[in-house]
Antibody, heavy 120, light 107 residues
Framework: QVQLQESGPGLVKPSETLSLTCTVS??????????WSWIRQPAGKGLEWIGR???????NFSPSLKSRVTISIDTSKNQFSLKLTSVTAADTAVYYC????????????WGQGTLVTVSS | DIQMTQSPSSLSASVGDRVTITCRAS??????LNWYQQKPGKAPNLLIF???SLQSGVPSRFSGSGSGTDFTLTISYLQPEDFATYYC?????????FGQGTKVEIK
């Protein structure tokens, strides 16, 4: 059974960097069959795709976040990570990681999500 | 970016009803359309991929159809556990984009 688990600080100060890690169990981030993705959801709102990383380190990002986002992969730890710089209150959201089929593009499974609040 | 527009934004229905949710893409996405169900406080769950393929373990009362720009999610016989918010997502190109969601509420 594949499981993903997000971890990281739940509170980040404005202008600082949000850093989250997704730990994968039951599958390998080295698998060429999948991308590994980050999605976020502000309270009471819809889903926003942040970006994805492939086992090679190849990445794609949302144009609206591209200048502030880094997604990296650590095959030795079976993890992938998100860094979002210069955060503001608008970045407050539940952040999800997910496995994405490289061939078809569906996302499954998702992590349970972690709430990150940007506040001083 | 490809814009995804769902309708309605919300609906009220009764147990046993047939429910249809539509999703329209701003350009053709072939059949690269996925549907997710999200319950309060939970992560989204994949229901349908490639427009009409049922994810393993998902009840057969869920079905999807469409290609090009217009897609439909149908719940043939609404069950109490189906009250949730449903999202479509295109996987035709990046950035992946989601519809704004359709909340299915109890009438």
């Amino acid at each position: 059974q594949v499981q993903l688990q997000e971890s990281g600080p739940g509170l980040v100060k404005p202008s600082e960097t949000l850093s989250l890690t997704c730990t994968v169990s039951g599958d390998s981030v080295s698998s060429g069959n999948y991308y590994w993705s980050w999605i976020r959801q502000p309270a009471g709102k819809g889903l926003e795709w942040i970006g994805r990383v492939y086992t090679t380190g190849f990445t794609n990002f949302s144009p609206s976040l591209k200048s502030r986002v880094t997604i990296s992969i650590d095959t030795s730890k079976n993890q992938f990570s998100l860094k979002l710089t210069s955060v503001t209150a608008a970045d407050t959201a539940v952040y999800y990681c997910a496995r994405v089929s490289a061939a078809v593009g569906w996302s499954d499974p998702w992590g349970q999500g972690t709430l990150v609040t940007v506040s001083s | 970016d490809i814009q995804m527009t769902q309708s309605p934004s919300s609906l009220s229905a009764s147990v046993g009803d047939r429910v249809t949710i539509t999703c329209r893409a701003s350009q053709s996405i072939s059949n690269s359309l996925n549907w997710y169900q999200q319950k309060p406080g939970k992560a989204p769950n994949l229901l349908i991929f490639s427009s009409s393929s049922l994810q393993s373990g998902v009840p057969s009362r869920f079905s999807g159809s469409g290609s090009g720009t217009d897609f439909t999610l149908t719940i043939s016989y609404l069950q109490p556990e189906d009250f949730a918010t449903y999202y479509c997502q295109q996987s035709y190109n990046t950035p992946r984009t989601f519809g704004q969601g359709t909340k299915v509420e109890i009438k």
